[in-house]
Structures are given as C-alpha cells and as structure tokens.
Nanobody, 115 residues
Framework: QVYLVESGGGPVQAGGSLRLSCVASGINFKIATMAWYRQAPGKQRDYVATISAGGLTNYTDSVKGRFTIPRNNAWNRVSLQMNDLKPEDTALYYC?????????WGRGTQVTVSS
C-alpha cells in the first residue's frame, strides 16, 4: 500500500515562506516521479511542480523563481519550498507520486496566505 503524508502547511502573511514536506511509503521512492498540486476553493486541482527520479524539475509559470521542489531519497521525502508567497497561492496542497504507471495522492495540507 502506498502512502503519501504531507505536512508543513499553515497560515502565513504575503511575502513569507513555508516549506511543505511529503513522506512516501510503500514505493521504491528513488525511482518515483514526485509532484505537488494545489486546489483553491471552488477551483480544479492544478499542477505546481514536478521532480523526476533523476532530479529534473519543472514548475508551473506562476511559481517559477519562488518555489523549489527538492527531494531526499534517503528519507523518502519530497518538499516544496515556497518563498515570496502571495494570497493567490492559498490552496490545499497535495503530494503526488507516479510509480510504475500508477498515480497516488496524499490527503493534502492547507496553505493560507493573507495580504
């Protein structure tokens, strides 16, 4: 059974920083593609960032230069470092894994950015 558990969300003022973490179990983490998505109230779930097994990263345009997605294979952990946060970053943030053709999701961690 694959489990993805997110943590690190919370309230923050605009311009501040947060670091989200996702710990994975039940997969060979070092060969999984990991990603973060987010869903704002009343909106669809949107892609934020990806890191491949080889360490290649990709970001949606709205977070480029502000967010990074490091991974630590020794700890089965992927993070999302979020800097210069904006109110429009407010959302429920989900960890995602793509492993042997299967998609898995965590339950999410809430980020609320106040102006």
């Amino acid at each position: 059974q694959v489990y993805l558990v997110e943590s690190g969300g919370g309230p923050v003022q605009a311009g501040g920083s947060l670091r989200l973490s996702c710990v994975a179990s039940g997969i060979n983490f070092k060969i999984a593609t990991m990603a973060w998505y987010r869903q704002a109230p009343g909106k669809q779930r949107d892609y934020v960032a990806t890191i491949s097994a080889g360490g290649l990263t990709n970001y949606t345009d709205s977070v480029k230069g502000r967010f990074t997605i490091p991974r630590n294979n020794a700890w089965n952990r992927v993070s999302l470092q979020m800097n210069d946060l904006k109110p429009e970053d407010t959302a429920l943030y989900y960890c995602h894994s793509y492993y042997y053709g299967a998609d898995r999701w965590g339950r999410g961690t809430q980020v609320t950015v106040s102006s």
